[in-house]
């Protein structure tokens, strides 16, 4: 239909107006790699021209064998992007025979290097510094000068904490300072029934009672 042929080219035309070109691009044939990815456009409604520069990535690689730095490279000519460093860490070891701190290399350039300051102890067993104490020390077995001090109490069977009282503690049974109190255990002697009827229970160690209706 000639009419929307005719307006088709209108509307083309006063879209070339204002700068909205249709473009069919292409790469620029030339000698030189650095211009290898320079496109020029014409467009098909007016013939207008531009120019641009397309490049066509590659995956991200790394930028050399012993390099931690990626990059991805332009397939057409010499132009790349950088990228972020990523590193391939080894294993963790101690810094040294007497050392308790850790690093770590990266297994692709061993001038990188990953310092842990927190200390990896290897921990002997616990031994009382003297009899009758509950003070205790253990040592590192790396470095003997890596000490941890504890109070470890070997506590005993429940006990009132005075007689005729229902107050429990377990006391320990290597020095006088160690208590741990537990709280009240009551031995509740039968059921009585008061002058009201209700029902109660009384302790057998002390004037505790309890409702039980």
């Not at 860490?89 to 990266?106: A, P, V």
């Not at 009899?131 to 253990?138: A, P």
């Not at 429940?158 to 020095?175: D, Q, V």
């Not at 741990?180 to 209700?198: K, P, Q």
Request: aromatic share 10%; glycine share 6%; with cysteine.
């Amino acid at each position: 239909m000639r009419w929307f042929d005719d307006a088709t080219k209108w509307v083309g035309k006063q879209a070339c107006g204002v700068g909205l070109h249709a473009y069919e691009w292409e790469y620029e044939y030339t000698i030189f790699i650095d211009s290898k990815c320079n496109q020029t456009g014409t467009c098909r409604r007016c013939n207008a021209t531009a120019k641009r520069v397309v490049h066509q990535y590659e995956d991200w690689n790394y930028e050399s064998s012993d390099s931690c730095k990626l990059v991805r490279k332009c397939s057409r000519c010499s132009h790349e992007i950088e990228g972020n460093i990523k590193h391939i860490w080894g294993e963790w070891i101690y810094s040294s025979s007497s050392e308790c701190t850790t690093k770590r290399y990266c297994t692709r350039n061993k001038d990188h290097v990953e310092n842990d300051s927190s200390p990896t102890h290897v921990w002997g067993d616990w031994r009382y510094l003297i009899e009758g104490s509950c003070d205790s020390i253990r040592q590192c077995k790396r470095n003997a000068d890596h000490k941890e001090h504890s109070v470890r109490h070997i506590f005993g069977a429940a006990t009132p904490i005075y007689a005729g009282g229902c107050m429990m503690a377990n006391r320990c049974t290597r020095c006088p300072k160690g208590i741990n109190i537990i709280g009240e255990r009551h031995d509740f002697l039968s059921t009585e029934r008061r002058r009201d009827g209700s029902l109660v229970r009384r302790c057998r160690n002390c004037t505790h009672t309890e409702d039980a209706s």
